[in-house]
């Protein structure tokens, strides 16, 4: 029972290295969804798909890329990280954006030098 | 704006009932949610309400009202592995949703 799957679960890079998160799920569900969390404030959402081939902007979406080629994998793109970026970042996945609870992947903690 | 509102911490002991409030201004509203996050660990999903009331599942509640913004999740029987932060979360109009900063809860023996 997989679930979510992030990969690298933590990374220290230097700044303006390119990063790519990535994040696979197996339910087949539709939306999915990166978010960053920082102590003392919630999840905030980067990007979200509400189905494979489309996707949106979220809260914070500057500095940060992604894709939907099909069902399964939703890679989060940094072009050229900044320290601002230091996080963890979850992956989650729902049925549908409209319906269902999200389910998380188990988080990539990212440092940026 | 669009605001979660939450208690940073709460101490509660083992065995002991605990209430956690959360409150929210959100633009429309398609339900609420609450997590629950060990440290180090994925947010996993506890309750959600759509409709005023209480929704009880084992150990925990969550009541919600629409007309004062307002939840709360409830743990009885607390346990030492209860000890996490609880997120509250509102699903928008836009079907977004909003997170609060999520409630440390310690338990002591």
């Known amino acids: 029972i997989a679930g979510i799957t992030q990969a690298p679960t933590s990374q220290i890079l230097a700044a303006g290295r390119r990063m790519t998160l990535r994040c696979t799920q197996d339910?087949?569900?539709?939306?999915m969804y990166w978010y960053r969390q920082d102590l003392g404030l919630g999840l905030r959402l980067i990007h979200y798909?509400?189905?494979?081939?489309?996707?949106g902007k979220g809260e914070v979406p500057d500095g940060y890329s992604v894709s939907r080629a099909n069902t399964d994998d939703f890679p989060l793109t940094l072009a050229s990280a900044v320290p601002s970026q230091t996080s963890v970042y979850f992956c989650?996945?729902?049925?549908?954006?409209?319906?269902?609870?999200?389910?998380f992947g188990e988080g990539s903690r990212l440092t940026v030098l | 704006g669009q605001n979660i509102d939450q208690p940073t911490e709460m101490t509660a002991t083992e065995g002991a009932i605990v209430q956690i409030n959360c409150t929210y201004q959100?633009?429309?509203?398609?339900?609420l949610f609450w997590y629950q996050q060990h440290a180090g660990e994925a947010p996993t999903f506890l309750s959600y309400?759509?409709l005023d009331g209480l929704e009880e599942k084992g150990r925990f509640s969550s009541f919600l009202s629409r007309s004062k913004g307002y939840s709360y999740l409830l743990l009885k029987e607390l346990q030492m592995k209860d000890s996490a932060s609880y997120l509250c979360?509102?699903?928008?109009?836009?079907?977004?949703?909003?997170w609060g900063a999520g409630t440390k809860l310690i338990i002591k023996p």
């Open positions: 798909s509400n189905t494979a081939g489309t996707t």
């Open positions: 339910m087949r569900h539709n939306a």
């Open positions: 979360a509102v699903r928008d109009s836009n079907y977004q949703l909003i």
């Open positions: 989650a996945s729902s049925e549908g954006r409209e319906a269902g609870e999200l389910f």
């Open positions: 309400n759509v």
């Open positions: 959100t633009s429309g509203f398609n339900g």
